[in-house]
DNA sequence: CTCCAAAATTGATCTGGGTCAACCGGCCTT
DNA sequence: AAGGCCGGTTGACCCAGATCAATTTTGGAG
């Protein structure tokens, strides 16, 4: 009996891509994208897989088509650091020691298209705009980093945990549309470890702020029942 | 009487430029060097004055050439971060939003040269080498951030403070080689606000150090007497 | 030198968030 | 439907580091 198999096929149209928009081929030209199409494989990974670790030798860069994932750095001892939460038409994998600087989980079914090295690089060489798109996103990247300094190093519990949903929540704007339902795929330990706090605290002030009629929680996610009260906690 | 003065020139060689090697500059070749040295100008910047700050609108990119600065983030009730503390050959000032992102102060005198943002956007136009430096450099600087969202999330306050006397010397030995004497030109408040500490948990932090014979507090800075043990606490 | 202000240190006490531990509930497996 | 597991919640207690409060030291300015 013949298997029952769902073949992709090893590309897909750029332009019918759901992050082409967004996404570092957004500075592209129609003949550039022919090109681009055949550098890129299109990779699925189910829950919890692990996309790439750090101090792992960089062989591909990763441009995320659907889902979420987790960036991590780890301690010797095994605490660990959410360094960022990846959605799509985020470009991973970028680094100059040629080792990957943090490590890559799905959370939840997750599809990249992915660009072997040498090959991305060679196509990269020489365009100047490409070159410039990359340098744009780290430059915001960078600036998410410093934001997040400040609230790692300056924050209290509750002022993290507001800053956490608005700051998700207006991610997920710019991708779906707004809205004051806000999923969170990823688990409680998750957000503790981007925040900087434990699993504990997280819950508690979850339940606080909902005991105060501030959020609702419920399965998946929150809902945002007072925005406004959330912005005074998390305090700009 | 005619009065006693410097006169400095607007621009001087960027040939006998001290970061040369170090800075974006390292990416031009001889003759693009000659067009480059217009563009800067020096500027000197007197202790603890604001080369710039945080939302002001971009119109200027600085490279710094002697001296240190501190980068920070300040929250509306004075909180202070301080993101990082910029060394001789540092670029400062990138950004996408036209603003910049974090103030900047020097700490004791500081030699800056500096970019009118117009005629340098220009310059690097279709410079792809230089915008490949420039992009190098923003990798590095998001590699830092990230480890030092490790640091600010995760480690306890002697792990904090070890790590930070290691990161500095190990920055200072690349620019003026290797020494066990690490001299600290930034105040107390200055390392609290970096590493998410109070300045009395930095000071005991400090003197437990002294006390147990790891480090000796000199003037202006402390001297490692014992850097495997400082390495052992930093706790990689 | 003396005086003053700012920076740093030190001590005493407090507390936000961590730690430890019990428990709950959804969901998968048998 | 029973059992078990895993993620999440809740409670009791604790402690690292913050806060509050004096000193002490340092560095100019006169």
Same mark, same amino acid.
């Given at each position: 009996m013949k298997p029952i198999v769902t073949i992709e096929p090893n590309w897909q149209l750029c332009t019918d891509?759901?992050?082409?928009?967004? $996404?570092v081929c957004s500075s592209l030209d129609a003949v550039e994208l022919r090109e681009f199409e055949h550098l890129g494989r299109r990779v699925h990974f189910s829950s919890g897989e692990t996309v790439f670790s750090e101090e792992d030798i960089t062989t591909s860069f990763y441009n995320l088509l659907e889902g %979420?994932?987790?960036?991590? +750095?780890?301690?010797?001892?095994?605490?660990?650091?959410?360094v960022g939460f990846a959605l799509p038409?985020?470009?991973?994998?970028? =680094? &100059?020691?040629?080792?990957? =600087?943090?490590? $890559?989980? $799905?959370?939840?079914? %997750?599809?990249?298209?992915?660009?072997?090295?040498?090959?991305?690089? !060679?196509?990269? @060489?020489? !365009?100047?705009?490409?070159?410039?798109?990359? =340098? @744009?996103? $780290? &430059?915001r990247e960078l600036n998410q980093a410093r934001d997040h300094m400040v609230l790692?190093?300056?924050?209290?519990?509750? @002022? +993290?945990?507001?800053?956490?949903?608005?700051?998700?929540?207006? !991610?997920l704007v710019s991708l +779906?549309?707004?809205?004051?339902t806000v999923p969170l795929p990823m688990s409680r330990q998750? &957000?503790?470890?981007?925040?900087?706090?434990?699993?504990?605290?997280?819950?508690?002030?979850?339940? +606080?702020?909902?005991?105060h009629g501030v959020i609702e929680i419920i399965h998946g996610g929150i809902s945002l029942l007072d925005p406004a009260k959330v912005e005074a906690l998390a305090a700009a």
């Open positions: 891509c759901a992050v082409r928009a967004s $996404a %979420v994932m987790r960036l991590y +750095k780890l301690l010797a001892d095994g605490r660990r650091q959410i038409g985020d470009f991973l994998g970028m =680094n &100059i020691s040629g080792r990957h =600087n943090f490590s $890559a989980d $799905a959370i939840g079914a %997750v599809t990249v298209c992915q660009f072997a090295k040498a090959p991305f690089g !060679r196509f990269i @060489e020489d !365009r100047l705009h490409l070159l410039r798109r990359i =340098n @744009e996103l $780290a &430059i790692l190093g300056r924050r209290s519990a509750d @002022e +993290k945990v507001a800053a956490f949903l608005l700051g998700w929540r207006e !991610r +779906k549309g707004a809205s004051d998750d &957000i503790a470890d981007y925040l900087g706090l434990t699993i504990e605290t997280v819950s508690r002030t979850f339940t +606080k702020l909902e005991r």
